[in-house]
């Protein structure tokens, strides 16, 4: 218990580390050009916050496509092959039985639970990956100190550049936020 005290005050006597800086824009336009300047900049770690989708931003973002429809797939598909071959192995390895004159392997009545077992498994996959992904559960992000940021769910549009980018420059990305024709840009410590 007095070891957490003496950590915790040696925290509260440092100076706050800057976790990045956060600038706010009024349209959708104004943060679609500040999008392909801040890519066209180098920046790899960045985000993009608007209350709304706006159209081609992940285009001016340069965002990846996403793995997860290949996770699904490949996971869809091998649940629904193991439920395949559990229930072949089960009606013709383990448990034969000879049910009026039927095939041991009688496969269209196996096909229900097959699809049932690749959709479960494609969708517990979908799940766990977004979890995955997106780092979440994340209770707490740093831009939820701003309070100009509480208004990016009603009609404000941010970017936010961490510092951990290899590119962040205090000054320098302030003045590329600045010159991208940012409303406001503040600096969100850690």
Do not use: N
Request: proline share 8%.
């Amino acid at each position: 218990m007095i070891g957490m005290a003496k950590e915790t005050l040696s925290r509260m006597g440092r100076p706050p580390e800057t976790w990045g800086l956060l600038a706010e824009f009024t349209t959708p336009a104004a943060i679609y050009h500040a999008c392909e300047k801040v890519r066209d900049a180098g920046y790899t770690k960045w985000d993009a916050h608007t209350p709304f989708p706006v159209h081609g931003l992940e285009k001016a973002m340069a965002l990846k496509p996403s793995p997860l429809p290949i996770f699904c797939f490949v996971v869809g598909i091998g649940g629904a092959a193991t439920a395949m071959f559990f229930q072949r192995w089960t009606a013709v390895d383990a448990y034969p039985l000879i049910i009026s004159g039927k095939p041991l392997f009688s496969w269209p009545a196996f096909i229900p639970i097959t699809f049932e077992f690749g959709v479960l498994c494609g969708s517990l996959t979908a799940l766990l990956s977004v979890f995955g992904l997106s780092q979440l559960p994340r209770l707490h992000h740093p831009v939820f100190s701003s309070e100009r940021f509480e208004r990016a769910s009603d009609d404000r549009f941010f970017i936010s550049i961490e510092a951990s980018d290899p590119k962040f420059d205090l000054d320098a990305t302030r003045r590329l936020l600045e010159g991208a024709h940012a409303t406001h840009v503040e600096r969100i410590e850690d």
